[in-house]
């Protein structure tokens, strides 16, 4: 078990671009979670997956964001035409339902820059 | 609605001293979890300690303690015997209704050698 992966770590693009960012949870965790992190703030929650179904999502996901996780397995979100204030990291996290106190596990990150 | 709430943009300690920073919340509902998180420069989240509202002892891990004060709804992180590896973004977050995370703003630590 190698941990949460997410891919690609950075990603530069030009507004208006789509883009499209991964994530592999541990095999055994059946919750994925979506963050973002502006520069010098803390993560904010986007949306939330148990097993394939997505069981939330939070305002901050407008229309231009869709996340999905085929398989409850890898999960992936997307953003269409992008917009600079779209820059930030990316986080994304796994868990156990039943072991919410401390199974919480992140992935590096994938740094989203648009110019 | 559920808040955390982080004072401190910054804060600097003497290497081999103890730090204190600081965690408001603010939640309605009788069960929740406390959660402080490490940042270094590379960007992971790493867990450090986890209090639980209806754990009767401070959590400790390690140099790490957690000083929970129910009634002033405080959960503030101690690191004992400062070492220059901790320099990081530390976060204080609770755990929200389905489980996401709500953190705070974050105290971004520089240990003095």
């Known amino acids: 078990d190698t941990g949460v992966s997410q891919d690609p770590r950075h990603k530069i693009t030009k507004r208006g671009q789509n883009v499209t960012f991964r994530c592999d949870p541990i095999?055994?965790?059946?919750?994925l979670y979506w963050y973002r992190q502006t520069l010098g703030q803390g993560p904010e929650f986007l949306t939330y997956f148990q097993n394939e179904a997505q069981l939330e999502k939070s305002r901050l996901l407008s229309d231009r964001f869709s996340a999905e996780r085929p398989k409850g397995s890898f999960s992936t979100l997307e953003i269409q035409r992008t917009e600079q204030g779209d820059s930030a990291m990316y986080l994304c996290?796994?868990?156990?339902?039943?072991?919410?106190?401390?199974?919480?596990?992140f992935g590096s990150g994938t740094r989203l820059t648009v110019v | 609605a559920q808040k955390i709430t982080q004072t401190q943009p910054g804060m600097f300690v003497q290497e081999k001293e103890a730090v204190t920073l600081d965690c408001t919340y603010d939640t309605s509902d009788p069960s929740y979890g406390l959660f402080w998180y490490k940042q270094p420069s590379s960007g992971e989240m790493i867990f450090l300690i986890y209090q639980g509202s209806y754990d009767q002892q401070n959590a400790t891990e390690g140099r790490y303690s957690l000083n929970f004060q129910k009634a002033r709804k405080s959960a503030n992180l101690v690191i004992s015997a400062s070492q220059l590896g901790d320099s990081a973004m530390y976060f204080c977050a609770m755990r929200a209704r389905g489980g996401k995370l709500i953190f705070g703003q974050g105290t971004e630590l520089s240990v003095k050698p």
């Open positions: 095999s055994e965790h059946n919750r």
């Open positions: 996290a796994s868990s156990f339902r039943a072991d919410l106190d401390y199974g919480y596990t």
